[in-house]
Nanobody
Framework: VQLQAYGGGLVQAGGSLRLSCAAS????????LGWFRQAPGKEREFVAA????????SYADSVKGRFTISRDNAKNTVSLQMSSLKPDDTAVYYC?????????????????WGQGTLVTVSS
């Protein structure tokens, strides 16, 4: 599976942004998917995850209620709708896929990674 994340950019605090990740491969619908982020000088952290069917999701406490992860298996895409953005959300956001199909909050659970897209939230 090859993943390509896009949709990052500069947004003011309180604004919204939608990230998407396009995936190659005919078995996309079997994969669990996740979004992670890495801010400058910090370790990569979990943001959100969704299982193979879209029926289960998980969020980091820091984004719960503000971010929504979704997937479209017909289009081989996973998205992250981000609202009420804060400067602390500034980071490079990565999408990831796990063949196991489940929801995993740890980066070690993922087999494939996209290249990342930068989100900058100004105060």
């Amino acid at each position: 599976v090859q993943l390509q994340a896009y949709g990052g950019g500069l947004v003011q605090a309180g604004g919204s942004l939608r990230l998407s990740c396009a995936a190659s491969g005919r078995t996309f619908s079997r994969y669990g998917l996740g979004w992670f982020r890495q801010a400058p000088g910090k370790e990569r952290e979990f943001v959100a995850a969704i299982n193979w069917s879209g029926g289960r999701t998980s969020y980091a406490d820091s984004v719960k209620g503000r971010f929504t992860i979704s997937r479209d298996n017909a289009k081989n895409t996973v998205s992250l709708q981000m609202s009420s953005l804060k400067p602390d959300d500034t980071a490079v956001y990565y999408c990831a896929a796990t063949y196991s199909g489940g929801v995993y909050p740890a980066s070690s659970g993922y087999d494939y990674w996209g290249q990342g897209t930068l989100v900058t939230v100004s105060s």
